[in-house]
């Protein structure tokens, strides 16, 4: 059965950093796109970013140059380390893998960013 499970999700002051992190369990290959996505409390459920198995990237205008996404295939996980936070950041952040194994969404990980 595919797992992701996301994690480093938590309570930050505005201008703080945070490193999330989505593990897959279950599979036997890399998935070939691995993003972040995000619900916030104003708006429907958004990329944040994602990354191929190539390594090329794409990231939502509005976190870009805050936000770097990155993985390691070896260990199945995909990484947001997420500088400069605003309050504006606040949501549910959920990790999504889609491959041969299908397309799998973790249970997310919330964000806080207090100003």
């Known amino acids: 059965q595919v797992q992701l499970v996301e994690s480093g999700g938590g309570l930050v002051q505005a201008g703080g950093s945070l490193r999330l992190s989505c593990a897959a369990s279950g599979i036997k290959s890399s998935f070939t796109v691995m993003s972040w996505y995000r619900q916030t409390p104003v708006n429907e459920r958004e990329l944040v970013a994602h990354?191929?198995?190539?390594?090329?990237?794409t990231y939502a205008d509005s976190v870009k140059g805050r936000f770097t996404i990155s993985r390691d295939n070896a260990k199945n996980t995909v990484y947001l380390q997420m500088n400069s936070l605003k309050p504006d950041d606040t949501g549910v952040y959920y990790c999504?893998?889609?491959?041969?194994?299908?397309?799998?969404w973790g249970k997310g990980t919330p964000v806080t960013v207090s100003s």
């Open positions: 990354m191929s198995n190539d390594g090329d990237t």
């Open positions: 999504r893998g889609i491959g041969l194994q299908g397309d799998h």
